[in-house]
């Protein structure tokens, strides 16, 4: 069965980093292009970076680009996020998700798989 687990998530102040890591079942990671969103109470969700299969192709959200890197290590079947210069409009449940196909995906309702998410929280 395909799982998504995610982690790394946690309470820091404005200015500080996080590293969020999603684990992804081996025979899907191979050919995947992988993605993270996130969701804060009452808004809707929203697509934060993606990469391609082969690592070659990464996208982000203008809100996060220059301080948010996607990255995977294949050898681990995982997926990083690392969060830097991190401000309180970050704060959210943070989503990996995942689906077979080799071209970037931007949307929501383009992805197979989800994990359950982690919370980051960021204070002023």
């Known amino acids: 069965q395909v799982q998504l687990v995610e982690s790394g998530g946690g309470s820091v102040q404005a200015g500080d980093s996080l590293r969020l890591s999603c684990a992804a079942s081996?025979?899907?990671?191979?050919?995947?292009?992988m993605g993270w969103f996130r969701q804060s109470p009452g808004k809707e969700r929203e697509f934060v970076a993606a990469?391609?299969?082969?690592?070659?192709?990464?996208r982000y959200a203008d809100s996060v680009k220059g301080r948010f890197t996607i990255s995977r290590d294949n050898a681990k079947n995982t997926v990083y996020l690392q969060m830097n210069s991190l401000k309180p409009e970050d704060t959210a449940a943070y989503y990996c998700?995942?689906?077979?196909?080799?071209?970037?995906?931007?949307?929501?309702?383009?992805?197979?798989?989800w994990g359950q998410g982690t919370q980051v929280t960021v204070s002023s």
């Open positions: 998700a995942a689906v077979r196909n080799r071209m970037i995906v931007t949307t929501e309702y383009g992805y197979e798989f």
């Open positions: 081996g025979w899907i990671f191979r050919i995947a292009t």
């Open positions: 990469i391609s299969w082969s690592a070659d192709s990464t």
